[in-house]
């Protein structure tokens, strides 16, 4: 099936052209009436990964949440926000992120995810059971409100990654641990989670966006779009298009389409590719985790070729909040800051994500480095020179 994305400028969050843009992109794909019926309790999913001011560019904007919760309430529908951040609770960051301000303005429950539910029916393709909050179980609609941003460990996170959070809390950690050093394996958890989850709507703010260290430590950047789709898969590929990237450099659009799950047969509608591609976006230093070698020669090899989360000592404030979150605590604080163990390193870079100050960062292997500098090329991550 044909599936429809709609990509709309928007250049500004004031909110009168946020709401405007907002209405002209769901328009595009059939209006919210599509979506929402009189009475329906509608969860809305935005990314808040962590407490940072909106300019900031970590989380979906506050007035993308508002514009959704104003089109969802005039169709008749109930709206509640709801997710799980990374770290803290879901009401100090929704409060430093601001959108517990609009969600009391605009009477819309926040609700934190802490009731895992264990599913096993099957529905996804690659686990035989995934958990997932009962609060995302028992909404009757599901908009998903991903922000545009680069991503340490999957390069880029947007729709699908976005449901990621639809996992409380602690239990994050344990997919990590289960999914290990294994981006493909990880991109499985993201993408059965979307397929369980099966969000009506997905709405992807990149008025301004994150590019460089991103999730949570990258550089603001001004994109100037709004994308909408029912196949948050297709909008995805459709971010690719529009950054110039091969659509399966994204790992859960890769993983997804090999198992034939969604199409890469996409109709855009709105404004064209052409005239609204992004030509400067720094993607995050990503290399290949096992580049394709035998799992012993590559368990061997990893600390010379993979990625690895690197300090900066300079910037680190000894929180110690990138240790709480190691799934595999192979992190540890002293008195110089965090020690890495990067033999029990998974690359899941939750650290990096973490990181309030932005003192963690990815670097490349030395042979991809030193690959590059005999070359005179740019490291360029979706690309393994020895694939
Ligand atoms: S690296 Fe970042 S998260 Fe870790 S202790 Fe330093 S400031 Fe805190
Ligand atoms: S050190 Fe960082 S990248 Fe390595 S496992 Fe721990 S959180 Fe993940």
């Avoid at 460990?153 to 809390?169: E, R």
């Avoid at 790992?251 to 969604?262: C, D, K, S």
């Avoid at 309030?356 to 480095?369: D, F, K, M, T």
Wanted: charge should be neutral; include cysteine; hydrophobic fraction near 40%.
């Amino acid at each position: 099936m044909r599936e429809v994305v709609s990509i709309v400028r928007c250049e500004s969050y004031e909110e009168e052209e946020v709401f405007k843009a907002l209405q002209k992109s769901i328009d595009l794909i059939g209006g919210i009436r599509r979506f929402v019926k009189e009475g329906d309790r509608v969860l809305l999913k935005p990314n808040l990964l962590y407490g940072k001011a909106p300019e900031k560019a970590v989380t979906t904007h506050p007035a993308i949440v508002k514009g959704i919760i104003r089109m969802v309430q005039e169709a008749g529908g109930k709206p509640f926000i709801g997710d799980s951040p990374s770290i803290g609770g879901l009401m100090k960051t929704a409060e430093r992120a601001g959108i517990k301000e609009i969600a009391e303005e605009m009477g819309c429950p926040l609700v934190e995810f802490n009731n895992p539910v264990s599913l096993s029916d099957r529905r996804g393709n690659f686990f035989k059971s995934i958990e997932i909050d009962q609060n995302v179980l028992d909404a009757d609609v599901v908009i998903n409100l991903p922000k545009w941003k680069t991503h340490a460990q999957m390069l880029l996170t947007l729709g699908v990654k976005n449901l990621f959070g639809c996992i409380p809390g602690a239990r994050k950690a344990l997919w990590h641990l289960k999914a290990g050093e294994d981006r493909r394996r990880f991109a499985q958890v993201l993408v059965d989670l979307y397929q369980i989850i099966s969000p009506s709507l997905t709405v992807l703010d990149g008025v301004i966006g994150m590019d460089g260290n991103g999730p949570n430590s990258g550089r603001p950047i001004s994109l100037g779009l709004i994308l909408s789709s029912t196949d948050a898969l297709s909008l995805d590929q459709v971010v690719c298009d529009l950054l110039g990237l091969p659509r399966l450099s994204l790992m859960t659009n890769r993983v997804a389409l090999e198992a034939g799950l969604g199409s890469d047969e996409i109709e855009i509608v709105g404004e064209r590719i052409e005239e609204v591609s992004i030509s400067k976006f720094e993607l995050p230093k990503l290399s290949s985790l096992n580049w394709g070698l035998p799992d012993f020669l590559g368990r061997l090899l990893k600390n010379t070729l993979t990625s690895k989360p690197v300090l900066e000592k300079g910037r680190c404030k000894k929180c110690g909040q990138c240790v709480e979150s190691c799934p595999p605590r192979s992190l540890s604080l002293t008195e110089k800051g965090p020690s890495f163990d990067y033999g029990q390193c998974i690359r899941c870079f939750c650290c990096q994500e973490v990181c309030p100050e932005g003192a963690i960062h990815i670097e490349p292997g030395w042979i991809l480095r030193g690959y590059h500098q005999i070359r005179g090329t740019k490291f360029n991550p979706t690309r393994s020179v020895f694939l």
